[in-house]
């Protein structure tokens, strides 16, 4: 998940678990035999990203896998520590930076990312996910995800019925249907229109407004600096059309990215996942200069 300023989930996740290395503690070399399925637990995610700039094309990617925590380590702790989830603030609030908190391993624990066999996604039009060797910078982590090949926005549409399967590996065979939100629209910041943004100012709250969506759904803001440093996170109800962002947040100077994104989360059941969710993120961003 893109060196333009912001960082997309599936290259946050991957470039997380270096950074999260010393959080999560060391661990000796376990013994093969112990890597069985039911030895922890396991969760699947499955995330549908689409980014829409102003002049540009609507570029879109999918992300996916298995994650098997040992008995005794939380495995949602685990999923927001390595970026493989977005921990957003209470509704209504906002956040600056992220902190991801810590999980210490045993001497004998480890995570993995385990095999899910083959993995594709149809929304109308049927696309394999490829498997891709999890980077190994350390022996706490270890296994495959699954991502799509291109960006290409056609393959997972907006407002369309998707349909996951896995042929299954490590765990038994699954399948998942969920409905994808619309995209958001006629979002403006302060009266201007975000594909007209480009300075955001530090001194005032932000107002800002977008075509209401479903209750179900969250809307949640993200402003990262050119270098890559988140600056503010904040969510809102979908179904709200409107937000204020409190002053303090936007930073004094200095460029950026400003993202709006609709978020749905879908969960399911499969058989051998203690739990198991569909995502879909939405956004559309602007270029801004800060002052």
Known sequence: MQRRVRTTWSALAATSFVAAAVALGCAAPVDPNTSDADSGTAQAFVSIERTTRAEEETRAQAFAGVLQTPPEVDAAAVLKL????????????????????????????????????????????????????????????SG??????????????????????????????????????????????????????????????????????????????????????????????????????????VPSSGRGTFGVHRLRTVEFQAQGLARAELRFDFEVEAVVSFQ
Request: charged share 20%.
């Open 82 to 141: 390595t970026g493989l989830t977005r921990e957003l603030p209470p509704e209504g609030l906002c956040s600056g930076g992220r902190d991801r908190g810590s999980v210490r391993l045993g001497p004998l624990s480890r995570v993995e990312l385990l095999d899910a066999g083959d993995l594709a996604i149809d929304a109308g039009m049927p696309t394999s996910l490829a498997p891709r060797a999890f980077p190994t910078v350390t022996d706490l982590v």
């Open 144 to 249: 495959v995800v699954y991502t799509t090949r291109d960006r290409a926005a056609e393959r997972l549409p907006a407002a369309a019925d998707y349909r996951v399967t896995a042929s299954g590996g490590s765990f038994p065979a699954f399948a998942a249907q969920a409905a994808a939100p619309a995209e958001l629209e006629s979002v403006s910041v302060d009266g201007v229109p975000l594909a007209e943004l480009s300075v955001m100012s530090s001194r005032a709250p932000l107002a800002i407004n977008w075509l209401p969506g479903e209750s179900r759904d969250l809307v949640y803001v993200e402003l990262t600096a050119e270098s890559g440093q988140p600056a503010m996170l904040c969510a809102f109800r979908d179904d709200a059309g409107s937000a204020t962002i409190p002053s303090g947040f």
